[in-house]
């Protein structure tokens, strides 16, 4: 299996600020890699798909980049709609695997 | 705009088979693949596997020898079995169906094994 490993697991962030997240995964997974956000008692919401594509009706605040082994996710200017839970994940080769998640939260 | 929605049982006992069904509306279920999920706090996020339009099918390798995964192209829905459940599958779980990601979700469906 293909770990997914996300860093920072937390981070504290204000309104406006810009917030990085970094998935690493064991192995090269090109650009078959996902992002989702997730707000509690929600299920998760595709933001960012084949590593860089924004899904339709997502902001433009939400970018994601990278390719091989390190990949990122960027929130300019975070909103407080933002606050929540972030989570990689690769479909590169089955099992499909995802990250442990980043929680951002208020500073 | 394609909508899942899970039904099913949310408390089973250690032992029996959990099912589970997704019913799939605003969209034909004769494309794309149709996926589950779990979530549970020790765990995370666990991909259990996926039916392909065509019936193929591809499941996790750590429940594999438990996990059913069906479509019921008459009914537009998909449902999944998971057979000799124990706690650790106590788990909200998720249809969601892969287009370019995991694009569409259901609501979740939290089911408890106890007994």
Not at chain 2, 91 to 96: G, T
């Amino acid at each position: 299996d293909i770990q997914m490993t996300q860093s920072p697991s937390s981070l504290s962030a204000s309104v406006g600020d810009r917030v990085t997240i970094t998935c690493r995964a064991s192995q090269s997974i090109s650009t078959y890699l996902n992002w989702y956000q997730q707000k509690p008692g929600k299920a998760p919401k595709l933001l960012i798909y084949a590593a860089s594509s924004l899904q339709s009706g997502v902001p433009s605040r939400f970018s994601g980049s990278g390719s091989g082994t390190d990949l990122t996710l960027t929130i300019n200017s975070l909103q407080p709609e933002d606050f929540a839970t972030y989570y990689c994940q690769q479909s590169y080769s089955t099992p499909w695997t995802f990250g442990q998640g980043t929680k951002v939260d208020v500073k | 705009q394609v909508q899942l929605q899970e039904s099913g049982p949310g408390l089973v006992k250690p032992s029996e088979t959990l099912s589970l069904t997704c019913n799939v509306s605003g969209g034909s279920i004769s494309s794309y693949y149709w996926s589950w999920i779990r979530q549970s706090p020790g765990k995370g996020l666990e991909w259990i596997g996926y039916i392909y339009y065509s019936g193929s099918t591809n499941y996790n390798p750590s429940l594999k020898s438990r996990v059913t995964i069906s479509l019921d192209r008459s009914k537009n829905q998909y449902s999944l079995k998971l057979s000799s459940v124990t706690a650790a599958d106590t788990a909200v779980y998720y249809c969601a169906t892969a287009v370019a990601g995991l694009d569409y979700w259901g609501q979740g469906t939290l089911v408890t094994v106890s007994s």
